[in-house]
């Protein structure tokens, strides 16, 4: 009802004959005006529905335990791995299956392409503003690529094309900045699309040896890997912790040699290093701290979750071990895009070696912000 | 589908290797710092029509939920077309994986029904990924005609439920209206919904009008007016559309009010004898207290927001710059010291920063900087950018933008205090001078 | 400039009520781009040929009814000052007029600094007028700050005739 019905009052100007209208709006137009300007009456406050909310719940599964003790992030279960993979099935990836044949091309290199619709045509151009802020520039893809930071679970391939390299292929890396792109700073800096060739930000986590090339970290970090050194380079001293284990990850390697290979004990060498740099790179190509209140922002929470053989995480199994910076609020919401990382880049199955699932079975994640709050 | 799936799960379970005794080792310790900052794909389908004659409406909710959303860029819809399920029971069971396919990591349903005039939605958000609900189901009912301050309620819920901060859709923009040509403007106060959807007048043009500014409670609008001639503060009553001088001295020119958080005091400039200095008014008793002296100009004062402080833009020191001072007067603190000259401070609602304009070697700037000056970030750059506004959460501002040369045309944008997002909001005319409302009731 | 016409039209049957025109420099500003204002408009419409010495338009078109500002000051340069003697001197030969100061600023700025640029612009005459004769008590000033732009384009042509102050023949009546 609002201005266009008053916009008759006012036709736009300038017209001549409103040049004589000086006087003042009649007690008439003001009494409209008045009635107009009025406020529709609302309800003071939201009431709670009075429908049952676990009415609503996951039809697949019982609810967690989590969906009522959502407000409180404190771990509420200890779920126990090994028997959630039989009695608690996880509806990721296979949850309906001949729904998705409907609409999904019968292809695996297609799959990718599903993504598209949701961001039709808006990926920008090299030099314009990219909406995606990511830890290392990534050049806009051609155009038709599609974004590949999300695994669609459903859509994975039940036979074949089970190397992730495949379906890499037919993807790009989505279009990032290392930055926000503002009016301000877009002019003195190099756009997205000249990024890849330098180095704009430090890498934090120091350079360790590399024994073998990973597709993953190779995919997300465009930079070129040092060469192999034995020597740990002086670390960046903001991360000690993975220092002592990059330590321990060469002893170990230098230990087991080529062995691993033949040895299918699952309880086999910790993790090297560069698996380690793959899992994390993988979880944090789908931490998309985009949405989070600067709180939050200023929130680091500890998630813990434990993994099927196949690298997939158990969602049951994902909690929050603890939480530092933040209030409760804030590190529930801090906790909840760390926890959508872990299920949705994980919905393919992590890339890690069958052989050693004892090492990674269960995995703490620590989600520090830092170093995102202000880019 | 239910014992395919099943068949599925006995079947994995068969193929797990038995035999292998898992040591319970600690579990793998890693660190992710670098993420990605990226909208946050949703799905809005159509609310469910309850009654019949709820079907326009409950599209049309639908689609301003999604407007709010998208347009804060935090999120990013995803369309109708995309969506392999539809919604058409409220209360039913939510098909997750049909929303994971599609990516939509949020998903907000909701239910409208109609009964005369009496107008209710009820809606719930999901974490699709998490097959969790965002908090609990809500509802809402008011009138009809409030359908759209409805749909910002629910998407302010939702927003708040996400992020972690309040919301801000439900909540007005009090501007100028501008039309005509540069040497002939005119100008009329305007208020509209944060979207600029609903634009009403408040005033004709056949004055000048400046710089409108809502009171706390956001039911009165402080604004300078040529009406007499002279330029003098008014205060409007929104609801009622009446109006007053607020500063009836004759020929002194009074201007830049702003109301304190009290509502019951507001501060303005006047100048006399060609120096402009900021002054104090209680509004009941029209008693008036000089707050800065120098022979400088010293205008635009804001409060912040716990009354203690005014931040204000003088060029005592040769130049305009930022200063804060005690909401009674007395000594000020310069707090900007970059190159170029900073005016139109406005402390956020937060508390935590000062929004500004800022000109730099024939350029204009929006910037926000802490309230001790440090950080100072740029967020937009033009030919002509000021006038900053919050958005009650702190996290947006609005300001003026005026394009170049002789058919130069002044236009609303808004964008996020980290330089993204930012867009022109639409109206009807050119516009100027926004001023954000508190979050309505 | 149907508009302004209109305008001046309007404002002309208001019988210099000048409360009811605030805007009611435009009609003056059309017709005279030049900066002193000296016999340089063209578009007089009043009669120009028949100037009164003690007319308003007269005060306008020969003594010269504006002086312009540099960049940010209201110091008044030796042509300003000049014109303000003229003005003074007919001023003090009209005791029966009463005038209104208006400070202008261009657009280089945010709106409420320069409606204090303006008033100080405005305040400049000023007292170059009352120190050269002119009761302050005829006199009033007011600032429009970017408000009134005379000249539309974004260059300094343009600015260096928005950054003024124009004396406004107010009546033979304190209003």
């Not at chain 2, 347009?71 to 058409?88: D, K, N, Y």
């Amino acid at each position: 009802m609002g201005w266009v019905a008053f916009g008759a009052w006012f036709p736009s100007e300038p017209l001549p004959s409103q040049v004589q209208e000086v006087s003042l709006i009649s007690a008439a137009e003001f009494a409209r005006l008045s009635q107009d300007v009025a406020a529709p009456e609302l309800s003071p406050e939201p009431a709670t529905l009075a429908v049952p909310d676990t009415a609503n719940l996951p039809e697949v599964a019982p609810p967690p335990a989590e969906s009522t003790t959502e407000t409180q992030p404190e771990p509420v279960t200890q779920v126990d791995p090994d028997p959630v993979v039989e009695d608690r099935p996880d509806p990721v990836p296979e949850a309906q299956p001949e729904a998705l044949t409907e609409i999904t091309p019968p292809s695996p290199v297609e799959v990718p392409e599903l993504p598209t619709p949701i961001r039709p045509a808006e990926r920008p151009d090299a030099g314009q503003q990219v909406d995606r802020v990511a830890p290392v520039p990534v050049a806009p893809p051609p155009p038709d690529a599609a974004p590949d930071e999300v695994a669609q679970p459903e859509i994975a391939p039940e036979e074949g094309a089970q190397d992730p390299q495949e379906v890499q292929e037919a993807t790009a890396p989505e279009a990032a900045s290392d930055r926000i792109v503002t009016e301000e700073n877009e002019s003195d800096a190099p756009v997205a699309s000249a990024a890849p060739a330098r180095s704009v930000r430090p890498k934090a986590r120091p350079q360790r040896p590399d024994p073998a090339p990973e597709p993953a970290v190779a995919e997300a970090a465009p930079e070129p890997e040092p060469t192999p050194d034995p020597a740990p380079e002086p670390t960046p001293t903001e991360a000690p912790a993975d220092r002592a284990d990059a330590v321990g990850d060469a002893l170990a390697e230098a230990l087991s040699g080529g062995a691993e290979v033949e040895a299918p004990e699952p309880s086999g060498p910790p993790l090297s290093a560069g698996e380690k740099d793959a899992l994390r790179v993988a979880v944090s190509s789908c931490w998309n701290v985009g949405s989070l209140s600067s709180e939050a922002l200023r929130t680091t929470v500890i998630v813990g979750v434990s993994l099927s053989q196949d690298g997939k995480p158990d969602t049951g199994s994902i909690k929050m071990l603890s939480s530092s910076g933040g209030s409760a609020a804030a590190a529930r919401q801090a906790y909840e895009a760390a926890r959508r990382a872990v299920i949705r880049c994980g919905a393919k199955g992590f890339d890690l070696p069958p052989e050693k699932y004892a090492q990674w079975r269960d995995i703490e994640m620590t989600f520090n912000p830092e170093r995102m709050r202000i880019r | 589908m239910r014992q395919f799936l099943a068949g599925l799960l006995i079947g994995a379970a068969a193929l797990a290797p038995a035999g292998i005794v898992m040591a319970q080792s600690t579990p793998l310790r890693i660190e992710i710092t670098d993420g990605v900052i990226e909208p946050l794909p949703f799905a809005v389908p159509d609310f469910v029509a309850e009654t019949g004659t709820a079907g326009e409406l409950s599209a049309q909710i639908a689609r301003v939920v999604a407007a709010d959303l998208a347009g804060t860029g935090l999120f990013r819809e995803v369309p109708a077309s995309a969506h392999i399920s539809r919604v058409t029971d409220f209360d039913a069971p939510v098909q997750y994986a049909d929303w994971k396919a599609i990516n939509a990591q949020a998903l907000i349903t909701g239910g409208v029904s109609v009964n005369g005039n009496r107008l209710t939605v009820r809606f719930s958000g999901y974490d699709v990924f998490s097959e969790n609900m965002l908090g609990e189901g809500l509802q809402f009912s008011g009138t009809t005609e409030g359908w759209r301050r409805m749909a910002h309620k629910v998407s302010d819920a939702i927003y708040s439920r996400i992020t972690g901060e309040s919301g801000y859709f439900d909540s007005r923009v009090v501007f100028v209206s501008e039309s005509g040509p540069k040497n002939d403007r005119r100008k009329r106060l305007a208020i509209m919904d944060y979207d600029g959807a609903n634009v009403q007048y408040l005033t004709n043009s056949s004055a000048i009008v400046l710089a409108p500014r809502f009171s706390p409670a956001g039911d009165q609008v402080l604004y300078t007016s040529y009406e007499s001639g002279f330029p003098q503060v008014h205060v409007l009553d929104v609801a009622r559309v009446q109006r007053r001088i607020l500063s009836p001295e004759d020929g002194v020119m009074s201007f830049a009010p702003r109301f304190a958080p009290d509502g019951r005091t507001v501060v303005f400039s006047q100048s006399r004898g060609g120096n402009t200095d900021i002054y104090r008014m209680e509004i009941a008793s029209g008693n008036l207290t000089r707050l800065t002296s120098a022979p400088s100009i010293e205008t635009a004062p804001s409060f912040s927001p716990d009354g203690s402080q005014i931040v204000f833009e003088s060029d005592r020191s040769g130049s305009q710059q930022l200063y804060v001072m005690a909401a009674n007067g007395g000594e000020a603190r310069r707090i900007s010291f970059g190159s170029g000259r900073y005016g139109t401070p406005v402390w956020s609602p937060r508390g935590d920063l000062v929004a500004f304009t800022k000109q730099n070697r024939g350029r204009f700037h929006i910037g926000v900087m802490r309230t001790d000056g440090s950080e100072e970030r740029l967020l937009t750059s033009s030919f002509l950018d000021e006038g900053p506004t919050w958005a009650p959460n702190g996290r947006v501002i609005m300001f003026t933008r005026e394009t170049q040369g002789a058919s130069g045309r002044a236009t609303l944008y808004s964008v996020d205090i980290s330089g993204r997002n930012l867009k022109p909001v639409r109206t009807p005319d050119g516009a100027s001078d926004p001023a954000w409302s508190p979050l309505q009731n | 400039m149907g508009i302004s016409g209109m305008k001046r039209a309007i404002c002309l049957v208001a019988a210099l009520a000048v409360s009811a025109c605030s805007n009611a420099t435009d009609w003056r500003d059309d017709g005279f781009g030049g900066s002193g204002g000296a016999g340089a408009g063209t578009d007089v419409g009043l009669g120009a040929g028949a100037l009164a010495p003690n007319s308003p338009a007269y005060f306008q078109q020969t003594v010269g009814d504006r002086v312009l500002f540099a960049v940010n000051q209201h110091k008044l340069g030796a042509e300003a000052q000049s014109i303000l003697a003229a003005q003074a001197g007919w001023l003090n030969t009209n005791p029966e007029y009463t005038i209104t100061i208006e400070g202008h600023a261009d657009e280089q700025g945010t709106r409420e600094y320069n409606l204090g640029l303006g008033a100080r612009r405005a305040n400049a005459a000023r007292e170059f007028l009352v120190a050269n004769g002119v009761s302050p008590t005829r006199i009033k000033t007011v600032s429009f700050g970017k408000e009134r732009p005379l000249e539309i384009c974004s260059a300094e042509a343009c600015y260096a005739k928005n950054r003024r102050s124009v004396t406004v023949i107010a009546g033979g009546f304190t209003s």
